[in-house]
């Protein structure tokens, strides 16, 4: 059977006790991993940190153990694999394509009310869990800005400044109510429980399952109270595969060749 609960973490750490914040990755093991759990383990956030992985569908594992090598004391890592994908796109029951249920399980299963988020082809800045937690500390969800990262160079292009940007801001201020990139979320479940459903909701007949971060942002909009860092603490590398990908470069103007320059 190709499916368990893996836990990471030092001899007689106590599991029972919330961790300050927790990291929500649903992840298909690509080679950044490592990148992205190495931004978690260097963050400066006083206490400790538990990351929940999601493995969607059945991977190479080998990637694991490298991945989780340079995990500091204070962070936790436990994986979830239940040996196939819950992605309706490979033959699973939830219509959300970027991990299906995962992110949805992980979000109730985090020892923590604090949850964050992040993809495994994107990273935090070190101080992007601190501030983050403070954000939130009088709100009921928070979120912060991100750069756009070059694909190919892996180097920030420049701050997005026009779609994930908050609260009736932006290029989706006037249709949508604004947005919020997954990555940027932290969500207080226990002040928010009816948002974590909203994960495994894709837009009506979109082949790709896509939709739930736009619908998880919209609940959260309409019903919980914000806070936010002003601070662009998160990595995201684009994709040209990506519906925005032309406007993005319209936006990014000649800051994108030059990330991109050898």
């Excluded at 896509?210 to 609940?219: E, K, L, M, N, Q």
Aim: glycine letters at 8%; one cysteine or more; proline letters at 5%.
């Amino acid at each position: 059977m190709h499916s368990f609960l893996r836990t990471y973490a030092d001899a007689g750490a106590d599991l029972q006790r919330p961790a300050e914040v927790a990291v929500v990755m649903p992840t298909i093991l690509r080679e950044t991993l490592d990148e992205a759990l190495g931004s978690i383990f260097t963050q400066d956030l006083a206490g400790r940190i538990q990351v929940l992985l999601g493995i969607d569908g059945v991977p190479d594992l080998s990637i694991l153990e490298r991945a989780c090598a340079g995990r500091p004391a204070h962070c936790v890592v436990q994986v979830l694999q239940p040996g196939y994908s819950t992605a309706a796109r490979n033959d699973g029951l939830h219509r959300s394509g970027d991990g299906g249920s995962l992110r949805a399980a992980l979000t109730l299963l985090a020892n923590s009310r604090y949850v964050a988020y992040l993809d495994d082809d994107n990273w935090y800045a070190p101080d992007h869990l601190r501030l983050m937690r403070s954000a939130i500390s009088d709100a009921e969800w928070a979120y912060s800005l991100r750069w756009f990262v070059h694909p190919a160079s892996r180097r920030p292009i420049c701050v997005d400044t026009w779609e994930s940007v908050g609260p009736d801001r932006g290029i989706y201020g006037e249709r949508f109510g604004g947005f919020v990139d997954t990555n940027c979320l932290m969500v207080d479940k226990l002040a928010c429980p009816h948002a974590t459903a909203w994960w495994n909701i894709a837009f009506p007949g979109d082949s790709r399952g896509r939709g739930s971060d736009r619908h998880v942002f919209a609940f959260l909009r309409a019903y919980h109270r914000p806070g936010h860092t002003a601070r662009p603490t998160v990595y995201y590398r684009i994709d040209a595969a990506d519906i925005m990908h032309g406007q993005r470069l319209l936006m990014m103007g000649t800051a994108y060749d030059a990330a991109g320059a050898k």
